[in-house]
């Protein structure tokens, strides 16, 4: 069966930004021969969109249908990222699973027996790969080889490993009796970010390293936390890093937030944003335009931070602090106005926020067997909705699409607007 949309629910435009070749998504089966070993694929499983209606709000404004279960990890689905016409999930059973859209169906996979996958960014025509074994693994996608994603080098890099191994000042302690070179990580690295030709990563070893897309240099390695790092996120000049430490930090370059500077300029704290005592913040979301950051703790509470402008400083101030959950929160996504909340109690919740920064829930969604780990979503307008993409410790990858929130009129207008063919 195949998904398709009614002339009143457009099908979103999918761009391709990651591929090297102006080739459409759909390729000849003499072009295929690599991936046709994967067919036939573990099919997903469409659901019947309209037994599974549910009303979310109290005010009954508010609705999720599911699209589909899609199956095929060996492990837990630990992360996710949206690769134009793709889809990447990636699991703590070390394989990528490379989903292509518009029909959902596997399309190959890569990077088995790397090290489990934390976490996962793209950038240009690059894919970067976060792993326990405390490596960051560099993909290329093109269309031009039979391979799509293809290795093509590791972080550090060996040209950058040997530049700097000789030299006693360029190691660090990492653990007693027990040194490292300063560019590399020393435990796994559980988070990735990209901003302006800049990859950061953030690891259990407590640091935050910066690396230059360009050339794959390590310029700089922070002292972050007191405990790991367990997310990121970058918004108008600001790194925002989540710990287990109970504490975001906000990082940015000398002088304006906005400034232009050269990508080796070094990084200072720029504030710290106070969570809940003796708690972990598992992750960390923060709106387009910069004012309003959200962190998720692993009490089940949602927290959120209003930036202010205080001359030429900056500085955070906490805005809502909301029970969200009955256990640890541990993924966030935004969309818009909308918040999506993963949680360990299997759930996800959906939030608005307000002017002033609150939320409040307008849904729970239900279906995951598993703590959800990992949330993305669309931006694509999809029937006055979008998409979510949710991966949880069942292994499994669900898709959903969920209402923005409106009147009921318009809601009942386009119930029947999602068919099957």
């Not at 899609?70 to 699991?91: D, K, P, R, T």
């Not at 259990?204 to 367990?230: F, G, P, Q, Y």
């Not at 287990?244 to 400034?259: H, L, P, R, V």
Request: net charge positive; with cysteine.
């Amino acid at each position: 069966m195949v998904l398709t949309m009614s002339a009143s629910l457009p099908e979103p435009t999918l761009s391709t930004p990651l591929l090297s070749s102006p080739e459409t998504s759909s390729r000849t089966s003499s072009s295929r021969s690599e991936e046709d070993r994967y067919k036939p694929i573990t099919p997903f499983e469409l659901l019947d969109i309209k037994s599974q209606f549910s009303s979310l709000t109290l005010s009954g404004f508010h609705s999720y249908r599911s699209l589909a279960v899609l199956s095929g990890h060996i492990g837990s689905v630990s992360c996710l990222a949206l690769c134009g016409e793709f889809i990447l999930s990636a699991s703590q059973g070390k394989d990528i699973i490379v989903w292509q859209q518009p029909d959902l169906r596997m399309f190959t996979k890569f990077g088995q027996g790397d090290g489990s996958v934390k976490a996962l960014v793209t950038a240009g025509n690059k894919v970067f790969t976060a792993h326990q074994d405390s490596r960051i693994r560099v993909w290329k996608v093109s269309r031009k080889s039979e391979n799509v994603f293809r290795l093509v080098d590791t972080l550090p890099t060996t040209k950058d490993y040997l530049g700097k191994f000789m030299k006693q000042r360029n190691y660090v302690q990492t653990r007693r009796n027990h040194k490292r070179l300063w560019i590399e990580h020393a435990d796994s690295i559980s988070c990735l970010t990209v901003y302006k030709g800049l990859i950061y990563s953030g690891s259990w070893d407590k640091t935050l390293k910066v690396w230059r897309i360009s050339d794959l240099k390590c310029l700089e390695s922070i002292k972050a936390h007191d405990d790991a790092v367990n997310g990121l996120v970058a918004c108008k000049g600001i790194i925002y890093s989540a710990s287990a430490d109970g504490k975001i930090k906000a990082w940015g370059k000398q002088g304006n937030k906005s400034s232009s500077s050269s990508s080796s300029s070094s990084h200072s704290l720029k504030g710290i944003l106070e969570g809940h005592k003796d708690i972990s913040l598992n992750s960390v979301v923060v709106s387009e335009d910069g004012k309003w950051v959200y962190g998720g703790g692993s009490d089940g509470f949602v927290m959120g931070w209003e930036e202010v402008m205080n001359g030429e400083y900056l500085s955070w101030k906490l805005v809502c602090e909301i029970k969200s959950h009955q256990m640890a929160v541990l993924c966030m996504c935004l969309v818009g106005e909308n918040l999506c909340s993963g949680s360990a109690d299997k759930t996800i919740g959906i939030w608005k926020r307000d002017f002033e920064g609150k939320i409040f829930k307008i849904g729970v969604i239900n279906g995951h067997e598993a703590p959800v780990k990992c949330l993305q979503a669309s931006n694509d307008n999809v029937g006055g909705g979008f998409l979510l993409y949710s991966g949880g410790l069942d292994k499994s990858l669900r898709v959903w699409w969920v209402s923005k929130h409106r009147n009921s009129a318009q809601e009942n207008k386009e119930e029947n607007s999602i068919v099957l063919a």
